[in-house]
């Protein structure tokens, strides 16, 4: 009889915490839910006075308190980062989840991007970017609820604009679940590349608010954009560039959105 009860309880248990995740997963987007969205570049935590400060990059994060957050240019386990994993030394000072991708090999590790979530992914998936000065990719992690992706794209021109053929076809099969992208695009709102992106995402930051360089921005490079798709709506409520200008080359720029699921 004890035995009996005992197998009660859990299975209550375990039905009580399976409905708590369920209600979770529905307010982002059933019960119209806001989070916030992060892009930042870091170099490698390196700052403006060329001291490597992961505590430092840290704490921009934390005081942002962003849902997710997508970085670029991280070192992992590199002859540069004195065997550290830069994102992983990020996640232990947050305590958020890591998922990293590697865009090169270098110097004994990998050079590429990473995303930090609260909550535990569902699954990644990665592809390569063209990039003749060097290899990108694109970083897709799935959460419960969304999609968020990464991305640092190529100096050149022409790499740009493929590459964002190739995300566009990549993320053509998630269309259950909002889908957001957060990186450095090294380009400026009137290229023909953003341009080429507008056609089927909406930029969420302010691109009149400037990233880079970090002491004396001239160029807004960093975007936080959300795929266009009749499922879901999506109100900025804040958007804004950090003036942080001494842990990295590049402002963090973020978003506050309440997000709508269309009936």
């Given at each position: ?15 009580l915490l399976g409905n708590c995740s ?54 992992s386990a590199t002859e540069r980062s004195n065997g550290a994993v830069v ?177």
């Amino acid at each position: 009889m004890k035995l009996i009860t005992q197998l009660l309880l859990l299975v209550s248990t375990v039905v009580l915490l399976g409905n708590c995740s369920s209600s979770h997963s529905l307010s982002k987007i059933d019960k119209g839910g806001e989070f916030k969205i992060l892009s930042y570049n870091i170099r490698n935590a390196r700052g403006m006075d060329d001291i490597t400060d992961y505590g430092r990059v840290a704490n921009v994060i934390k005081r942002i308190n962003a849902d997710c957050v997508a970085l670029q240019e991280l070192d992992s386990a590199t002859e540069r980062s004195n065997g550290a994993v830069v994102l992983d030394e990020l996640a232990k000072r947050t305590g958020m989840h890591a998922t990293y991708n590697k865009s090169i090999d270098y110097q004994g590790g990998g050079y590429g991007i990473g995303v930090l979530t609260k909550e535990k992914p569902v699954r990644r998936e990665a592809i390569p970017l063209p990039g003749r000065e060097e290899r990108r990719s694109l970083l897709v992690v799935e959460m419960p609820d969304y999609v968020i992706c990464c991305t640092h794209l190529s100096l050149t021109q022409e790499d740009r604009v493929a590459s964002i053929d190739q995300i566009n076809w990549f993320l053509e099969k998630y269309t259950q679940k909002p889908v957001f992208l957060a990186g450095d695009l090294n380009a400026d709102p009137s290229s023909d590349a953003i341009q080429k992106l507008s056609e089927k995402w909406t930029i969420l930051n302010d691109t009149f608010q400037l990233t880079i360089p970090a002491g004396n921005p001239t160029e807004c490079i960093d975007y936080v954009l959300a795929a266009k798709n009749p499922k879901f709506s999506f109100n900025v409520l804040e958007t804004k560039v950090e003036k942080e200008p001494l842990a990295s080359d590049h402002l963090p720029v973020w978003v506050h959105i309440k997000l709508t699921k269309n009936n």
